[in-house]
């Protein structure tokens, strides 16, 4: 028995096909880097009262402390990213204020020209 099906079912078929690729992502995290043993930190950066913002460099491992916590995270970063909320990364309650992360390109990944 041969099943035949309508153009407009092999339509849907295929339409839903190619949505089934589109779902949309919950979280950019890992765009961002991932958590990291702040004893592997290369450098601290304390999270002051009046701290809006840090600077970090792209492949950098950093020991965050904020009052009485602390985290680590490495910056391996995407391409396309140069600057976070650190409140996405930072573990629930580290930070009681927004704090950007700016974020320079790893040098290990910058050409330059006539080498």
């Not at 702040?38 to 999270?47: F, L, Q, V």
């Not at 491992?61 to 985290?71: A, H, P, T």
């Amino acid at each position: 028995m041969v099943a035949r099906l309508s153009a407009a079912t092999i339509g849907f078929l295929l339409v839903a096909t190619a949505l089934a690729g589109c779902v949309t992502r919950t979280s950019y995290l890992d765009l961002y880097g991932m958590p990291a043993d702040p004893r592997a930190a290369i450098r601290t950066i304390n999270i002051f009262p009046t701290t809006n913002y840090v600077n970090v460099e792209g492949g950098e491992i950093i020991r965050f402390v904020s009052g009485n916590q602390e985290f680590g995270w490495h910056f391996l970063v995407a391409r396309t990213v140069n600057s976070f909320s650190l409140n996405e990364v930072a573990p629930p309650g580290a930070l009681n204020r927004p704090v950007e992360a700016y974020v320079s390109p790893d040098p290990r990944y910058i050409s330059v020209p006539g080498d």
